[in-house]
């Protein structure tokens, strides 16, 4: 629907559709400077350094999952089994530790497992054609299954508290955490890659029209299929990450963060449709979330209400840029009549 | 899927058409699977058990039946759980408030409160055109806040609910239990209504071709609403179901149930590209996700294997499908150049 009231504004010219997103980018920007100044301003504690190491901690996994998702919506794709992918990598990984092995070898392999889940999902959704929505509601189950399958309900917690600790360390007093940087950079090689790459820009084709990219000489299917591997891989790394950062490896890990990474992404400006969105909005919309759970937990509102607030956020993030665009046609109608 | 079968069909053809048919397939893979538990362990069909299975399926096949015409839609309803336990829920909280209410009534209620959650889904979908996914993964979260806002960590006893209600959950006629008997009329129903009726088809015209569906007349966007109201009204009867056959309720009940109920539209058949399915499939799918459920430990594999094995018959069924549907289509290719 949406698709089909915005594209012509897009095949007249590329400046308002990016006239557009500068308005939705803008618009974040705007939401995330105003929660930060309103959170400072009512919650008690917001605005310590310590707060903004637990703020800028907890984003980690969500960013992380956010930069390989925004690649596959933007070819009109989904990924739904993110956050099983970590579960079960953070038991295989909890059961390997428990089997005496080194950090050095299980962190190689652990990432290998997630890109070998992250290909199925890939076989299934490029050679096979099947719908990755269905796809990955399937490996969703399968991987969260699995996890259970590999630790049970046991969970693995012998992690060596200079390990678990160390993921806390801090740059200094500044309260914020190192391990940011290397997720930072990440970020960075992946917006790299996204605007400034051929490959990059051939995702917004696919999502934009599968058979005109393909005309265009995109290998749409084998783009898709290293999508989904590069996603599996990721999910690996917050496995790890989840594992060591609450020095647990649990069959339930990252349960529903799925929910929060695809909310994020779409906050972000990207259109669940393919086609639209830039990665600076996307961090926009991941921090956004980050700033608004963080001053609700604060404010000591309950977990399970937070998810209320993310379910709202990720709704509104799809209504809103519809209920512009009509109201927009309902303002062009009475000023041309 | 379903055009193509009535053209094809010669008069004395139905034992074809229905071995052929995929509720027949799900139908012999039930049958095997509860021959070999019975081969493991007799006692696995004995009266008790039997009537265990169907009480046990009851909840499920009711809310394959609302996903089942939704899918058909070419949509998917992930809020189900959600919905179920809030209706749950609010049927613990009515009948501590009203404790002489008719059963009759909070069934009643039920669905109603159902459907007006199923309505907010529809709204958003229809309205605002909004894909379904993101709108009831957001409804999956928002419903389940409710519930917990709600309930505030209380639980509900069955000593806080009355006998009759009870009675409704565990009690049977002839061997079989109540609301396995609901499950069978809710099947029956939306099976003759969905098959006999015009505005039946019309959800199957939807799934299956939406320009076409618009081209020909039909309201898609009130239809779509419609699909996810009956969605959302037979989760609340289930919702008040559960609550009859737990009787304790917290805020945590159904959660997760969705991928199983979207697991059983898929494997009894329903197609998730829209237009292809029937809630008697939906149905079937859903005794045999139930029966895999209780089968396991007879069978010595750990129950943990439950959810990867339902996550392997999702892929599976979609996989299945696509084949069937390439078959399909390479079939009628073949036919046209010997016509031509």
Known sequence: MLAETTRPAAVRDTAPRLGFLRSWDTAIIIAVLLSIAVASATVTGFASPRNTGFLLIDLIPILLLALPMTLIILTGEIDLSVASVAGFVSCVFGSLWGAGLSLELIIPLCIVLGAVSGAVNGVLVSVLGLPSLAVTIGTLALYRGLAFVVLGDQAVTSFPRAITSGLQAKIGASGIPVWIIPVVILAIIFGVVLHFTGFGRSLSAIGYSEEAARFAGIRVAQTKFWLFIISGAVAALVGIWWTLRYGSARGDNATGLELSVIAAVLLGGVSIFGGKGNLPGVIAGVVLLGILRNALQLARVPEDTLSMLTGGLLILAVVAPNAIAWSRTLSRRSSTP | ?340
């Open chain 2, 1 to 340: 899927m379903t055009t193509l079968a009535l053209n094809r069909q010669p008069s004395a053809a139905w034992l074809g058409t229905l071995t052929r048919s995929r509720e027949f397939s799900v139908f012999l893979a039930l049958a095997i699977l509860v021959t070999a538990t019975v081969a493991a362990n007799p006692r696995f069909l004995s009266a008790q058990s039997t009537k265990d299975l169907l009480l046990n399926s009851s909840i499920l096949v009711i809310l394959a039946v609302g996903q089942a015409i939704v899918i058909v839609t070419k949509n998917v309803d992930l809020s189900v759980g959600s919905v179920l336990g809030l209706t749950a829920f609010a049927t613990g909280k009515i009948f501590i408030a009203l404790p002489d209410l008719p059963v009759i009534a909070m069934l009643a209620i039920g669905i109603g409160l159902g459907a007006l959650l199923g309505a907010v889904n529809g709204a958003l979908i229809a309205v605002a055109k909004v894909p379904s996914l993101v709108v009831t993964l957001g409804t999956l979260y928002i419903f389940r806040g409710v519930d917990f806002a709600w309930a505030q960590g209380q639980q509900i006893n069955p000593s806080n609910l009355p006998e009759s209600f009870l009675a409704l959950g565990s009690g049977a006629v002839l061997g079989l239990p109540y609301l396995a008997l609901i499950a069978l009329a809710v099947v029956i129903a939306f099976g003759l209504y969905l098959r006999n009726y015009r505005s039946g088809r019309e959800f199957y015209a939807i799934g299956s071709d939406v320009l076409a569906a618009r081209l020909y007349g039909i309201g898609v966007g009130r239809k779509v609403f419609t699909a996810f109201a009956i969605s959302g009204a037979l989760a609340g009867l289930a919702g008040v179901i559960y609550a009859a056959k737990y009787g304790n309720l917290d805020a945590t009940a159904g959660q997760g149930l969705e991928l199983n109920v979207v697991a059983a539209a898929v494997v009894g058949g329903v197609a998730i590209a829209g237009g292809v399915g029937t809630v008697y499939g939906a149905a079937i799918g859903a005794v045999l996700l139930t029966t895999i459920t209780s089968a396991l430990p007879v069978l010595g594999v750990s129950p943990f294997w439950q959810r990867a094995m339902i996550g392997a018959l999702i892929l599976a069924s979609i996989a299945l499908d696509r084949y069937l549907a390439l078959r399909t289509e390479r079939r009628l290719r073949g036919h046209d150049k010997h016509a031509g």
